[in-house]
């Protein structure tokens, strides 16, 4: 399978942005969706954002209007846009796609 590497996480003051950005081992042309999640401590993991081979995207309601997700098949990569940060966005932000397939993770913090 794929291997996917997430990075673009760190500590950010609520109100503000990060861009995470996933990179792929080899070409992405073969998975149809691609997508975000994340996962807070004692919760469950939960989908964030997904966007098709063709750009179609969905939003978790929680984060419509502040992330954005887009694709560059190109490149191999999916990055994630987060503005409007808010505390409740902390979690570790994982990228799947090809099914089941995961990274690592990285740490995003919203806290003053």
């Known amino acids: 399978q794929v291997q996917l590497v997430e990075s673009g996480g760190g500590l950010v003051q609520p109100g503000g942005s990060l861009r995470l950005s996933c990179a792929a081992s080899?070409?992405?042309?073969?998975?149809?969706?691609m997508g975000w999640y994340r996962q807070a401590p004692g919760n469950q993991r939960e989908l964030v954002a997904t966007i098709t081979i063709g750009g179609n995207t969905r939003y978790a309601d929680s984060v419509k209007g502040r992330f954005t997700i887009s694709r560059d098949n190109a490149k191999n990569t999916v990055d994630l846009q987060m503005n409007s940060l808010k505390p409740e966005d902390t979690a570790v932000y994982y990228c799947?796609?090809?099914?089941?397939?995961w990274g690592q993770g990285t740490q995003v913090t919203v806290s003053s």
């Open positions: 080899e070409s992405i042309l073969s998975i149809y969706v």
């Open positions: 799947e796609g090809g099914g089941n397939n």
